[in-house]
Every structure is written in C-alpha cells, then in structure tokens.
C-alpha cells in the first residue's frame, strides 16, 4: 500500500510542480482536495458493502499518490503567496508545527477509528476533514500570487526548465542537497530505529511512543518559537548547526542504555530539527523566482523522496546484519558530515534571513 501512495508520488513530482506553476497553486489545490473527497466518498461506501480487499485499496493508494504529486509542490508553495517576505519564515514554521501535531495525532487517531469502528468511518471522516479543507481554499486567496509563465512550453520542458533554476540560482542547489542528507538520516531514526532501539533495550512499545513524541515535540516547540519570533539572521549557519545539532542527538540515543537517557537525546534531535527545518525551508521559497515556486518544491519533495528508498533499505539493512545502534551512529556520521559540507559551502554561509 506504501509503494503504491509513493511509486506515482515520486514519478510525476516534477510534471506535478510544473503544472502548479501554469494554472497557479491554489486551483491545482482545490481539484486536489475535490479529488479526495471523492476518493474518500468511494472507499466509505464500497467498505461498508465489500469490505476491503487488497485491489481496492492498491487502487486507492494509486489515486492518492497521483494527487499528492500535483497536490504537494502547490500546497509547499503557499506560505510565500500568503504573507510578506519578511514573515515567510514565520509562516513556513507555523505551518510546519501544524503539520507534526496532525501527523501525532491524525496516524493513532486513525488507527483506533479503524479498530472500533471500521474502515468505512474512517472514510466519512477522511471527507468531512477534506470538505472543511475545500471551504477554507475557496475562501483564502493569495495576496502575491505570481504570474504564470510568460512562455508557455511542454509540460516535460518546464518541469526540466526548474531542475536548471534550481540548480543555478545561488544558495539554491547547495540547500536541496543539504535537505536530502537531512531527510535520508533524519526520517529513518523515527520510523525505523527507534522502535528497534526500543526492542533490543526492552523499553516497549511505551517506550518508543515516548520517543517519537519527544522527538516531534521539541520540533513543535522550536517551530512555533520561530514562528512568534522569526528566524535568526544568518539562517544558512543556524540551519547548518542545527544538522549537526540532530547528529549529537541521535548519537545520544545510541549510546544510550537507560530510557531517560534516550528521552534527552531525541528532545534533542526534536530541537534541533525544528531549528534546521524552519531556516532552510524559507529560503528554497525566497530564492526561488517567483514563476518557478511550485517547480523547485516539487524537486524538494522530489529529493528528499529517491533519498528516502535509497537509506530507508540501507538502514533497514544495516541495523538488521549488525545492530541498530550501528545504524545509529551511521546516520548521526552523515548528519555530521553534512553539516560540516554546509559549513564549507560560502554559498550556504552566505544565506541570511
């Protein structure tokens, strides 16, 4: 189910962004979001009749991976469109804490929704939050919505014409590829290696709970200090120290052997992130001109997706064939290094806020 959200997500990512920038993101948004109402509406009447077979839900999840790849770039290009410069960083941490309390608290929401009362309510619901979210996109417009390309070419040219932007617009290139060292070793620590590191130490399903939530909510609390207070000046150093920042705590959680020891470590890694995210996400938005906004999200969301089926199987992998604190200390090392490359880069000490 996974693979197929994910296959067609990553495959039409770039023709996704690229027609962003075309028809403008708030319409590719609110078909998106009519697309899943619509998705929702099926899968709650076809369960409650037959169940839910395999097919059905493969089919499902191809749906939904082919609207997130139109859906996601436009919805990432928002924040620039909604407010001024000057509160881009701002909006892009509100916007980011809200993102980790719905994904705390939508996934076992969801979970004890399905256990209790069925996949069907679950799908009534899944559409009532998607209608509530189309009435808020007809209602808000943006008050710096950019032009559409003054040159209309195919779809598979201006989606390549963003790959070149993004690489040669000074401070853009150097900070996807510190997003996608970021996102190859920061999102398997959570999703994969606390819960083995939670196995082997004998702290129980309890336990790694405890950790992720410690973890998303240090990356809450920084995200919405940022938000009431802006970024610091020199975004790209901040940002850079706050990657290694997560290496030194995902190093704790390593070595650690008691729980409260790990708890440290991953409020840690939960800071720190939120420091890292809420100082480079605005200047891919910032630097990015203004016609290309949806085109150099789409290959943000495009770099961190190949990153993540590269080390997710790695990590697996490794923490499998040795240990998973080995797996650990693998990611906290790339942190590091990463970090370190950032440091190097004058392009990357050279962004301010």
Not at 236 to 261: D, R, S
Not at 336 to 351: D, P, Q
Request: overall charge positive; some cysteine; charged content about 10%.
């Amino acid at each position: 189910m996974l693979s197929a959200v994910a296959l067609p997500r990553t495959l039409l990512l770039l023709l996704g962004g690229a027609v962003g920038d075309r028809v403008g993101p708030r319409r590719v948004m609110i078909i998106g979001d009519a697309v899943m109402i619509g998705v929702a509406l099926v899968l709650a009447v076809t369960t409650t009749w037959v169940g839910a077979p395999v097919p059905l839900l493969v089919v499902a999840a191809l749906v939904v991976g082919t609207n997130d790849a139109f859906y996601l770039p436009s919805s990432g290009s928002m924040p620039r469109q909604l407010v001024e410069d000057d509160a881009v960083a701002r909006a892009v941490a509100l916007r980011h804490s809200g993102s980790q309390l719905v994904g705390v608290v939508g996934a076992p929401l969801g979970g004890v929704l399905v256990a209790f009362a069925g996949v069907p309510a679950a799908a009534w619901l899944d559409a009532v939050t998607f209608a509530i979210v189309l009435v808020v996109l007809l209602r808000v417009r943006p008050r710096f919505a950019p032009p559409p390309p003054a040159r209309r070419k195919n779809l598979l040219r201006e989606a390549g014409d963003g790959i070149r932007v993004a690489f040669t617009t000074e401070g853009l290139g150097p900070a996807l590829l510190l997003v996608a060292g970021a996102a190859g070793a920061i999102l398997p620590f959570s999703s994969i290696l606390i819960p083995l590191m939670a196995q082997e130490h004998g702290w129980g399903a309890s336990g790694a709970g405890l950790l992720v939530g410690v973890q998303a909510a240090g990356t809450v609390a920084t995200t919405l200090v940022v938000s009431r207070r802006g970024a610091g000046s020199r975004a790209g150093v901040i940002a850079v120290g706050g990657l290694a920042a997560v290496g030194v705590g995902q190093m704790v959680v390593g070595l650690a052997g008691a729980l409260p020891v790990a708890v440290g470590g991953a409020l840690l890694t939960g800071l720190a992130g939120g420091l890292f995210v809420t100082h480079l996400t605005p200047v891919l938005l910032k630097a990015a001109p203004p016609e290309y906004l949806a085109r150099v999200q789409a290959l943000l969301a495009l770099v961190q997706s190949v990153t993540l089926l590269v080390t997710n199987n790695v990590i697996g992998s490794v923490a499998q064939a040795f240990r998973p604190e080995v797996a650990v200390y693998g990611c906290a090392a790339v942190l590091l290094a990463c970090a370190a490359a950032g440091l190097s880069s004058g392009a990357v000490r050279r962004i301010t806020r």
